[in-house]
């Protein structure tokens, strides 16, 4: 028997699964008494209504008599499924849209982020500066001699020991002395060069520290212990390790500078000498001479980030000058780019214990007249020309601390090949 469905267009009822259209008091019946019934709507042919609710066109439904179905049965299951599929829909479609609107986000931030990481680095690392050249200047205080940089006890002792890098920190593991062993690196407790040893630990971190040159411990664990210390002081956190025109040594160790040289600043420690039989180097900065006896105290150097160490070098023999050490090789890099990105630009500390950022590509060249010099020369000019080559200046910056005299060692000057200039 032909049936003629009656429904034209309704709506989905919750709790009923049928469309019930506009008209009161419809059941969703056909002529012959059959009940209609939502039959599995696809999500994407669902339309907006009114109260919320989805429609369907008609050709989705479909009759039978009331005595095959139980009708709250199936009315509540299709209504879960549509509802289901529907509010899947809408959520995959919100996740992909935040995702979206996520990643224009991050786009816009990460420089942003980036260069936030990079400046607090930047402010750790001057804060450390600071630090140390506040305790340097406490040292000064307690210190006979008035030295601002400690003295390691091996210097005069051990030609090696050059007070670059013993005033303070770990123990290095860089330039090991037996094959690949880190543990006998000349930086390290063995060498007599571990954290107890370096007088700034003390005056920062208190007398907590001891020496184990002489007590490895079980399987080394002492030494070991030594060389995994954070002392964070001594540690810029942007120490990435060798950056240029450098030792070639650290260059191939891949190390950072704290883990090569158990520090990432090293002092200003100029050192120089004259040719000859029996030369005996001299200190020409602020390491080994009183406080008292620096001229220029706000301009002269007392620390520099490791990866600088050599900036003032960059031009140094256009003028006729000797060579310098030597020690540094032949085929390092000449550019240098600073822990903080930017080229020929490093942290320093100052001997009056400010900290601040300074370009260091080379140095003052001609050298500047400094209009009196050591010693007892009448001629300006022929005093100016034999001091010339170790005035070390910049823009805001001196590593030299002339007129004031250098500072005689019993330290031969054969050991780094020092001639006529700075070690």
């Known amino acids: 028997m032909t049936r003629q469905l009656i429904l034209q267009r309704g709506h989905c009822v919750p709790g009923h699964g ?15 008494g059959g009940v209609i ?7 994407r042919l669902l339309t907006a209504a009114p ?90 205080a307690a210190d006979p001699s008035e030295f601002a940089i400690p003295a390691h006890p091996l210097i005069g002792n051990d030609p ?23 543990l006998s ?24 520290l001891r020496d184990h040159q002489f007590d490895a411990g079980t399987y080394g664990a002492n030494w070991l212990r030594d060389t995994k210390l954070e002392l964070d002081d001594f540690h810029c956190p942007a120490d990435y390790g060798y950056t240029g025109h450098h030792y070639t040594a650290w260059r191939n160790s891949k190390l950072t500078s704290y883990d090569h040289y158990g520090n990432s600043y090293t002092a200003n420690a100029a050192w120089i000498g ?9 200190s020409n900065s602020s390491f080994l001479k009183p406080i008292s006896r620096v001229p220029a105290p706000a301009q002269t150097l007392l620390y520099t980030e490791n990866c600088g160490r050599f900036g003032h070098r960059a031009n140094y023999g256009v003028d006729g000058c000797q060579s310098l050490s030597g020690a540094l090789g032949i085929d390092v890099q000449t550019d240098v780019r600073g822990w903080h990105g930017q080229m020929w630009m ?76 700075i070690g």
């Open 18 to 32: 049928l469309f019930r259209p506009a008209g009161a008091g419809f059941r969703g019946a056909d002529d012959s």
């Open 37 to 43: 019934r939502c039959r599995g709507l696809h999500p």
């Open 51 to 140: 109260s919320g609710l989805g429609r369907a066109p008609s050709h989705y439904c479909s009759h039978r008599a009331d005595s095959a179905w139980n009708r709250d049965e199936v009315a509540e299951r299709d209504r879960r499924r549509i509802c289901r599929r529907a509010t899947a829909a809408v959520t995959i479609i919100e996740v992909l849209a935040s995702l979206a609107a996520f990643a224009a986000v991050s786009a816009l931030l990460l420089p942003a982020l980036s260069d936030a990481r990079r400046q607090s680095k930047e402010i750790r690392c001057l804060g450390n500066l600071k630090s140390i050249a506040g305790a340097s200047l406490i040292h000064a």
């Open 160 to 182: 090696q020991v050059l007070g670059e890098y013993e005033w303070g920190g770990k123990s290095g593991i860089g330039e090991p002395a037996v094959g690949t062993d880190r």
């Open 185 to 208: 690196s000349k930086w390290g407790t063995l060498h007599g060069r571990g954290p107890a040893t370096r007088p700034l630990n003390e005056i920062l971190y208190g007398d907590v």
């Open 274 to 282: 004259i040719p000859g039989s029996n030369c005996k180097l001299k």
């Open 346 to 421: 490093f942290q320093v500390a100052f001997v009056d214990g400010h900290a601040g950022l300074v370009r260091m590509q080379g140095h003052q060249q001609p050298q500047p007249f400094l209009g009196r010099y050591p010693g007892d020369g009448d001629d300006p000019a022929q005093q100016h020309y034999y001091w010339h080559c170790v005035i070390f200046r910049g823009p805001g910056w001196q590593l030299d601390t002339l007129p004031s005299p250098p500072v005689p060692t019993a330290l031969p000057c054969g050991v780094l090949g020092v001639l006529h200039g």
